[in-house]
């Protein structure tokens, strides 16, 4: 069993930075893939990032088009994931999810391949 706890969020203007973090605990963390999704407020939960597993496929990124250049992704050998998150908008507002999964390449995008998730941090950007 995989526990995942995020932290970072808050509220910055836009064109601003945060640094989103995921911590986990139990399981292989070296053995997952890793992502990050958000939700904003009446709308479904999107993907943002992924990062693959080292041992699988050598830590490979995959970015939505919305954050690509923007956000940056990357994850340590001591059970950490982060998001860097630069040149916010208002539109990046949402509840960011961390998750954790066995993957398949391709499949990174789908949050119904990820078996674990956090509980969620608080994103707000300002204009």
């Known amino acids: 069993q995989v526990q995942l706890v995020e932290s970072g969020g808050g509220l910055v203007q836009a064109g601003g930075s945060l640094r989103l973090s995921c911590a986990a605990s139990?399981?292989?963390?070296?053995?997952?893939?890793m992502g990050w999704f958000r939700q904003a407020p009446g709308k479904e939960r999107e993907f943002v990032a992924a990062i693959a597993a080292i041992r699988w496929n050598g830590g490979s990124t995959s970015y939505a088009d919305s954050v690509k250049g923007r956000f940056t992704i990357s994850r340590d050998n001591a059970k950490n994931t982060d998001l860097q998150m630069n040149s916010l908008k208002p539109e990046d507002t949402a509840v960011y999810y961390c998750?954790?999964?066995?993957?398949?390449?391709?499949?990174?995008?789908?949050?119904?391949?990820?078996?674990?998730w956090g509980q969620g941090t608080q994103v707000t950007v300002s204009s």
């Open positions: 139990g399981g292989t963390f070296s053995s997952y893939d």
């Open positions: 998750a954790a999964g066995v993957v398949t390449i391709g499949n990174s995008q789908r949050e119904d391949k990820y078996k674990y």
